[in-house]
């Protein structure tokens, strides 16, 4: 069987050497850049006829990185690839995941619609599923999900002064199953969120961890806002802290530097998007993920 090719619209190198590796594919050339007007030229160089193509494509910032993935989709398949996969380390638009007022659009499945018309199947980790249970809810396509916040315990361990904080409720099913891993006790608190940067956290009673130090655990790091009013909840209640741990670190305009400057220890993210706070990497299981699907 002829090796898939992979196409990378952005970075991931750690991931692009997992997929050749573990998951047999080859590099495929093709031409991206931009006119002076901004629009995207694309063109497909390598010989994709009957063969199997995946795009890599981190979607971060995705508006400007939507437009070029679908081109060069569509550029694929007229060059006669048997199956066009996407690899998105980070999946976008998850968190719009109901109407919360009148007339608002719910992005989640208007994306997940765009996309599952496109590609075939669809790997991703950790995507924010939150009122949604699967993928397969609003996606139609085959779709592989895999796991790296079970990889942060690495961060935890040997460390029997500790508990872990998850900031929202949401946040439960991330902190609980590290607790458990790791065998430290944890907590979760409450948001209200206000707006976009504008959320309230409130920490339950930490009478039971009292003298340990806080490991503040989500899936996203966004604005940071999140985190940051986590971290003054528990300076309040005179808690130190040792490190943020997060899968997603977007880090939007600066919240590492003020996540930092607020007392957030050490940070630490899955290479799902690139920062240099990436130490778990999530090549090996996106390969795996990758192996079954276009095997399927
Ligand atoms: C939300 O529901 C997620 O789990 C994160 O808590 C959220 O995305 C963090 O966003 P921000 O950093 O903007 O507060």
Redesign the pocket.
């Known amino acids: 069987m002829t090796k898939p090719l992979l196409f990378t619209l952005n970075g991931h190198a750690r991931v692009v050497e997992a997929l050749c590796r573990e998951a047999g594919m080859e590099e495929g050339s093709f031409e991206l850049r931009h006119f002076p007007d901004g629009e995207s030229y694309v063109r497909v160089l390598a010989d994709v006829a009957d063969r199997d193509t995946v795009i890599l494509c981190g979607l971060d910032r995705p508006d400007g990185r939507f437009l070029p993935l679908w081109f060069l989709a569509s550029a694929l398949r007229e060059a006669g690839a048997r199956s066009v996969g996407l690899v998105a380390p980070y999946l976008a638009y998850m968190?719009q995941d109901k109407r919360f007022h009148e007339g608002e659009g719910v992005t989640s499945r208007y994306f997940a619609g765009l996309l599952s018309v496109q590609f075939d199947w669809l790997a991703t980790v950790d995507p924010?599923l939150?009122r949604y249970h699967s993928l397969g809810e609003i996606y139609s396509i085959p779709s592989r999900v895999v796991h790296a916040a079970p990889l942060l315990s690495s961060h935890l361990a040997d460390r029997n002064d500790i508990f872990l904080v998850g900031?929202?409720e949401?946040?439960e099913q991330w902190v609980s199953g590290l607790g458990e891993e790791a065998g430290v006790p944890w907590v979760t608190a409450r948001?209200q969120r206000h707006g976009?940067?504008d959320?309230v956290i409130s920490l339950p009673d930490l009478s039971a961890v009292h003298g340990r130090h806080a490991v503040l655990v989500?899936?996203?790091?966004?604005?940071?806002?999140?985190?940051e009013r986590t971290l003054e909840a528990l300076a309040g209640e005179a808690v130190r802290v040792s490190a943020c741990l997060c899968v997603h670190g977007?880090f939007?305009d600066g919240?590492d530097r003020r996540l930092l400057a607020a007392g957030a220890g050490e940070l630490v993210s899955a290479n799902t998007i690139s920062h240099d706070s990436n130490d778990i990497d999530v090549g090996p299981l996106l390969a795996a993920a990758v192996v079954d699907l276009v095997g399927a």
């Open positions: 968190r924010h939150h900031p929202d949401e946040s948001k976009d940067r959320v989500d899936d996203v790091i966004s604005s940071g806002a999140t985190m977007l939007v919240a």
